[in-house]
C-alpha cells in the first residue's frame, strides 16, 4: 500500500531520535544536532530506528531534519559526501524496516518518511520556533532542493516536511514539490506559536486554505510543540480541511532555546490521556517529537491498535 492510500487509515509515527541516540553514549551536542551521528555511529541510528518499530511505529522519520548539504559542507565535508550521509541515513531506516519485519514476522506496512526541517534548523539559533528569518523564495529551494532530490533518490515513501515555522519557506518547498518531484508525496507538519498562529504570524487558515490546493500535500498538522498545545491546534485544523490530521509533539518538558536545555514541568499528561482526545479532534496520524522515547509510541499503539 503507498502511502496515500495508508494515510487513510491510523497510522503511529516514531518519536524523537537525538534523545535515543544521548541513551546510547552518542554526542549530540552540536550544530549537526542528531544528524552528527550519521557520520559518528550510523549503528545507533539503525537500533533508534528499529526500537521504534519494535515499540508499534509505522511510521520511521530519518534522521536528516538537520541533515542538509550546506551544514555539511560547514565542518568541511564535500557535496557529494554530504549527499551520501542523506543516503544513508534513509538506508539504515529502511534496514531497520526490514530487520524489524523478518525478526518479527510481523505483516504490516512499514514507512519511511524523509524528514525536510526548515532553514531554520539549519540557523541551528532556535529560529524553528519564531520562523524570523527571510530569503526569497529561490534562495529557498536552492538551500532545500540537494536535501529533498537524494530523499527521494533514495526512495522515501514520503517527505516530511516538518517543524515550518515559516508560510514563505512552506510555500517555496511546496513549489520545488511541484516543479521538480511531481511524483512525490509529502506531508507538512507546522512549527506554531499557539493554536490559531503560525510561528511567523500567519494564520493557520490561510496555511490549510493553500495546503488544500495542494495534491501532492497527502496530511498536515503540527509537531514540536508541547502535548498540552496539540487538542487547541486539532480544533483549529479539523473544521478547514479533507486532508489527514497528523500530530507528533514534544514530551512534557519545555524547551529554553536559549540555552539549549529542557525543562520538566510539574505536572504533564500522558499520551495515554491525550491520544483519544486528539483522535476524536481529527488526528490520524499520531507520534512523538523531542524528548519522547519508545515507551510514547509503545502507549500510541495500545491506543490506536
Not at 139 to 160: C, K, M, T
Not at 227 to 241: D, E, F, I, K, S
Request: proline share 5%; glycine share 6%; net charge negative.
Amino acid at each position: 500500500m503507498n502511502f496515500r492510500q495508508a494515510v487513510k487509515q491510523p497510522l503511529i509515527l516514531d518519536g524523537a531520535m537525538a534523545t535515543e541516540l544521548e541513551k546510547r553514549g552518542v554526542d549530540t551536542n552540536s550544530e549537526l544536532w542528531s544528524a552528527r551521528a550519521l557520520l559518528t555511529d550510523p549503528n545507533a541510528v539503525y537500533a533508534v530506528h528499529y526500537s521504534y518499530f519494535a515499540a508499534g511505529a509505522d511510521v520511521a522519520i530519518t534522521n536528516t531534519y538537520q541533515a542538509n548539504v550546506p551544514a555539511f559542507e560547514k565542518i568541511g565535508l564535500t557535496a557529494a559526501a554530504s549527499k551520501a550521509l542523506i543516503a544513508k541515513a534513509v538506508q539504515v531506516a529502511q534496514q531497520a524496516r526490514t530487520d524489524y519485519l523478518v525478526a518479527s514476522d510481523n505483516a504490516r506496512d512499514l514507512y519511511v518518511a524523509g524528514s525536510v526541517g526548515p532553514y531554520g534548523a539549519y540557523l541551528a539559533d532556535g529560529s524553528e520556533y519564531t520562523g524570523a528569518y527571510q530569503l526569497d523564495r529561490k534562495a529557498y529551494q536552492v538551500f532545500h532542493y540537494p536535501r529533498i532530490a537524494q530523499l527521494v533518490a533514495s526512495g522515501v515513501d514520503v517527505l516530511a516536511i516538518e517543524t515550518q515555522p515559516n508560510f514563505a519557506e512552506i510555500q517555496a518547498v511546496v513549489a520545488l514539490l511541484q516543479e521538480e518531484f511531481p511524483q512525490q508525496t509529502a506531508w507538512v507538519s507546522l512549527s506554531i506559536k499557539d493554536a490559531q498562529t503560525l510561528c511567523d504570524g500567519t494564520p493557520l487558515a490561510e496555511v490549510v486554505t493553500y495546503l488544500n490546493q495542494q495534491p501532492q500535500v497527502v496530511a498536515l498538522g503540527v509537531n514540536c510543540t508541547s502535548l498540552t498545545n496539540v487538542t487547541a491546534a486539532l480544533q483549529t485544523l479539523q473544521p478547514l480541511t479533507d486532508k489527514p490530521l497528523l500530530v507528533y509533539p514534544n514530551s512534557g518538558e519545555e524547551y529554553d532555546p536559549s540555552d539549549k536545555t529542557w525543562h520538566t514541568q510539574k505536572s504533564t499528561p500522558q499520551f495515554s490521556e491525550l491520544v483519544p482526545k486528539w483522535q476524536a479532534t481529527g488526528a490520524q496520524l499520531i507520534g512523538g517529537c523531542c524528548r519522547t522515547t519508545p515507551g510514547d509510541i509503545e502507549q500510541i499503539s495500545q491506543i490506536l491498535r
